[in-house]
C-alpha cells in the first residue's frame, strides 16, 4: 500500500482503497442521474452518454440491480437490423422518502420512493404559530410518525418491477427532509430564528430524530421557501430557468433565489428573507419585531384581515381553518364582486409588485413565481403586482421579468424537502444497502451511522 492510502468498506464487498471506493461512488451517481433524468436506457446509450466505457456501465448496472435501484424493462431495438439491447430504469420502490413542511397554520406531508411514486401526500390543520416549538414537534412526530407507518404498507403489496414487496415492511426508510419558515443552520439541522411560528434556536433535525423512536433516519432541515425554490427549478412552470425568484403566499413570505442554476444561500445560509425587507417604517408591527416588514402588507394574514377582518389570524378561533380554505373564500367572494375584497387584493398587489421590484433590481430574475395563495389568487392579484413591477424596476422593459403563478399549490415546500434526500441518494446510491431476502427493515436504508442535518445539495444545470 502505497504511503496515504487508506481504505474504506462498501457494503457486499471487500476492503478497497478510498480513491477507488470515491470514484466507484460517482460513477454510480452518473448512471443513477442519467435514468433519473432521461428515463430508460440500455447500457449501451448509457456508455455512450456519460462516457464512460461499456463494460464499467454493465459492472456498474450489475451492482445497482443488486441494491434494487434499477430494474429492467424490456428489450430496445438499435434501428431495424440492430441488435437487441436490454433497457433498465430507475427503481428504488423499495426505499422510502419523506418530505414534511411545519408552517403558521399546518403541517404538510409529501411521501414518495425513490421511483418517483408519490404515496402519501396530505396537509394536516395545526396552529403553530400559537403552540410552540415543544407541541409543535410532538405534533410534527406524530404525523411523520402516521405518514412512515402509511408508506411503509404502500409498499407491502407490489413494487414497481411487479413482483411480492415483502410483507407490511416493505418500505424502508432513507431520510426525511423538514422545511420550516424561517432562518436554518441545515448543517446542524438547528432553526435559528422563525419569527412567525416563535421559535429559537431549535434543535429540529435532532429532537424529530428522538420524537421518532426507533425509525432511525437521517433528518434533513431546511429553510421552506428555498425548498419550495428547489421543487419549482426541478418541476414547476418555469423549471430550468437559470435566474428566476420563488415566493411563499404564506402568513409569513418569504424568497428562495435561483441564480445561475444555483439556489443562493448567502455566507451564513441565511439569504432569500425578503419578507423583512423594510417597506413601510409607519407600518403595522411584524412577527420579527420590526414595523413596516414586507410581509405584513402581502402575507396571507394582511389579506385576511382586509378582506375578511372577522376571521384574521390570532383570533383564537378553533380549529384552526386551512390554509386553502380561507383562500378559497376569499376567491369565491371575488368571483362575485366582493368590493370589500376587490379592494384588499388589489392593495395587496400594489405591494407584491413593489417588493418585486426590488428584487428585480438586485438579481435580474426572469421570472418571479408566486406561491401559496398568491398562485390561487392569480387572475385577480398579478395584473396589479405585475403593473407595479413595471413601473418600478430601473431597468423597464429590458428586464423581461415577470410574474408566474406556480402550479405546486402550497405544497412546494414539502415536496423540495423530499426532493434534496432524493437528491442525496442519486448523489451517493451506496447509501441504499444491497438487497437482502426476506422483508424490508423498517429504519434507515442508509449503511452506516445515520447522519444528522446533511447539507443540501445544490441544482445542477439544466
Not at 480513491?19 to 428515463?39: F, Q, Y
Not at 464512460?52 to 440491480?65: F, K, P, Q, Y
Not at 433535525?205 to 433516519?217: I, M, P
Not at 380549529?319 to 364582486?337: C, H, M, Q, T
Request: net charge neutral; charged share 20%; glycine share 16%.
Amino acid at each position: 500500500m502505497t504511503q496515504g492510502q487508506h481504505f474504506t468498506r462498501l457494503a457486499g464487498s471487500g476492503a478497497q482503497p478510498a480513491g477507488h471506493a470515491s470514484l466507484r461512488r460517482t460513477n454510480l451517481s452518473l448512471v443513477l442521474r442519467h435514468l433519473r433524468d432521461h428515463g430508460s436506457s440500455s447500457r449501451a446509450d448509457i456508455a455512450e452518454a456519460t462516457g464512460l466505457h461499456r463494460a464499467t456501465v454493465s459492472n456498474l448496472m450489475a451492482e445497482l440491480l443488486d441494491r434494487r435501484l434499477v430494474r429492467e424493462v424490456g428489450i430496445e431495438h438499435a434501428g431495424a437490423v440492430g441488435r437487441p439491447r436490454r433497457a433498465v430504469a430507475l427503481d428504488g420502490a423499495h426505499v422510502g422518502i419523506l418530505g414534511l413542511e411545519i408552517n403558521v397554520d399546518y403541517v404538510a406531508v409529501h411521501g414518495t420512493d425513490l421511483s418517483g411514486r408519490v404515496l402519501v401526500e396530505r396537509r394536516v390543520g395545526f396552529d403553530a404559530m400559537g403552540s410552540g416549538p415543544n407541541h409543535s414537534l410532538r405534533e410534527l412526530g406524530r404525523v411523520a410518525r402516521q405518514a412512515i407507518d402509511e408508506l411503509t404498507r404502500a409498499g407491502a403489496g407490489r413494487s414497481a418491477t411487479g413482483t411480492p414487496g415483502g410483507g407490511p415492511s416493505g418500505i424502508g426508510m432513507a431520510g426525511i427532509g423538514v422545511a420550516v419558515p424561517g432562518l436554518v443552520d441545515v448543517g446542524h439541522g438547528v432553526v435559528a430564528l422563525a419569527p412567525n411560528l416563535g421559535w429559537r434556536d431549535v434543535a429540529l433535525a435532532s429532537r424529530l430524530s428522538v420524537a421518532l423512536g426507533d425509525v432511525h433516519v437521517p433528518v434533513t432541515v431546511d429553510n421552506d421557501a428555498n425548498l419550495a425554490a428547489l421543487a419549482e427549478y426541478t418541476s414547476g412552470v418555469a423549471a430550468g430557468t437559470s435566474d428566476m425568484v420563488y415566493l411563499t403566499g404564506e402568513v409569513g413570505v418569504g424568497g428562495g433565489i435561483i441564480v445561475d442554476g444555483r439556489l443562493l444561500r448567502g455566507a451564513d445560509g441565511f439569504s432569500g428573507e425578503v419578507g423583512h425587507m423594510p417597506v413601510d417604517p409607519g407600518g403595522l408591527r411584524c412577527g420579527c419585531g420590526r414595523n413596516g416588514c414586507w410581509e405584513t402588507k402581502v402575507g396571507l394574514a394582511a389579506l385576511v384581515r382586509m378582506a375578511t377582518p372577522d376571521q384574521a389570524y390570532g383570533l383564537g378561533t378553533a380549529p384552526v381553518p386551512d390554509p386553502e380554505e380561507r383562500v378559497a373564500e376569499i376567491a369565491r367572494g371575488l368571483a362575485g364582486g366582493d368590493p370589500l375584497m376587490l379592494g384588499a387584493v388589489a392593495e395587496v398587489g400594489r405591494w407584491l409588485g413593489l417588493g418585486g421590484s426590488i428584487l428585480v433590481n438586485l438579481f435580474n430574475p426572469r421570472v418571479i413565481v408566486v406561491g401559496g395563495y398568491f398562485a390561487t389568487l392569480a387572475e385577480w392579484l398579478l395584473p396589479f403586482a405585475q403593473a407595479e413591477l413595471e413601473n418600478l424596476i430601473i431597468a423597464g422593459p429590458a428586464a423581461r421579468c415577470r410574474f408566474v403563478a406556480s402550479d405546486l399549490g402550497f405544497g412546494a415546500a414539502s415536496l423540495g424537502a423530499a426532493n434534496v434526500v432524493i437528491n442525496q441518494l442519486v448523489d451517493d446510491p451506496t447509501a441504499i444497502g444491497p438487497a437482502r431476502v426476506g422483508p424490508a427493515r423498517v429504519g434507515p436504508a442508509r449503511v452506516g451511522p445515520a447522519r444528522v442535518g446533511p447539507v443540501a445539495p445544490q441544482p445542477s444545470a439544466p
